[in-house]
């Protein structure tokens, strides 16, 4: 029986700090807030870094977060040599907002490029810099100019995006909406977090449990850095910030 850590992230993407207390600590030293403001790897995106605060002042750097026997543990990794708390201590909590929110862009990016390019999702992974979509595209006629400047008219138009939860049901119902090919999200919970963009989620909508950016226009420039040939039926797309370099 793992813990349930409270994800406040999956609220509000924007919180910079937060007070938590520690209920658990485990064989490995990872600790267990009752609440936290960092996200767990998962879903192709990396998990936070930053530090916790101790009452006597003293810091402690959290060099990872990652999940443990279910998705609502949520274990925040020390980073080397650093002083254990206990269990019962109250802290404050810090991300690294620069690393999370340039995350949070590329992650809204690699959405959007599913928009543009909509075929199965074979594999994905986040990073700050550069990222990649993998899909399951039979033709290879895709150009990364045409695509970015798609991509980049989504960017411009500054559509809204915002989180929805939907039923079991209403996921059952609707098949479409999962766009990966070889993960499905996970039910049973009866409710399944959606991240939709646009009006109405006029533009898209995918189960999602990432952090995002609030609207296209905060991504900023992107472009598609390379096409690449990943087998017979697949092609990794990857993203990077900033304009297209010239040829």
Avoid at 118 to 129: L, M, Q, R
Avoid at 189 to 199: A, P, S, Y
Avoid at 220 to 229: D, L, N, P, S, T
Wanted: charged share 25%; glycine share 10%; aromatic share 4%.
């Amino acid at each position: 029986m793992g813990y349930k850590t409270q994800a406040l992230f999956r609220d509000d993407a924007y919180l910079r700090t937060a007070d938590a207390a520690i209920v658990a600590i485990n064989d490995r030293g990872g600790i267990i807030l009752d609440r936290t403001i960092f996200y767990a790897t998962s879903g192709g995106q990396p998990g936070d870094t930053g530090a916790i605060e101790r009452a006597d002042g003293s810091v402690i750097a959290i060099a990872a977060t990652i999940t443990g026997e279910t998705k609502d543990e949520i274990i925040h990794v020390l980073a080397p040599e650093q002083p254990a708390p206990a269990v019962g201590e109250r802290v404050k909590l810090a991300i690294d907002w620069q690393r999370r929110h340039l995350l949070m862009r590329m992650h809204a990016a690699c959405h959007l490029l599913t928009v543009v390019c909509p075929f199965p999702i074979t594999g994905a992974a986040v990073s700050e810099d550069d990222s990649r979509v993998d899909f399951d595209i039979p033709d290879a006629g895709f150009i990364r100019e045409d695509v970015t400047a798609k991509v980049m008219d989504l960017v411009r138009a500054d559509h809204p995006i915002f989180v929805r939860l939907i039923s079991d049901e209403e996921l059952a119902a609707n098949p479409g909406l999962v766009k990966s090919k070889n993960v499905r999200p996970p039910v049973g919970t009866g409710n399944i977090r959606l991240v939709c963009i646009g009006e109405n989620a006029s533009i898209d909508s995918q189960p999602c449990g990432g952090t995002h950016v609030k609207s296209t226009g905060e991504v900023g420039e992107i472009h598609i850095g390379k096409i690449e040939k990943k087998g017979r039926e697949n092609r990794r797309f990857r993203i990077r910030f900033g304009p297209m370099p010239a040829a």
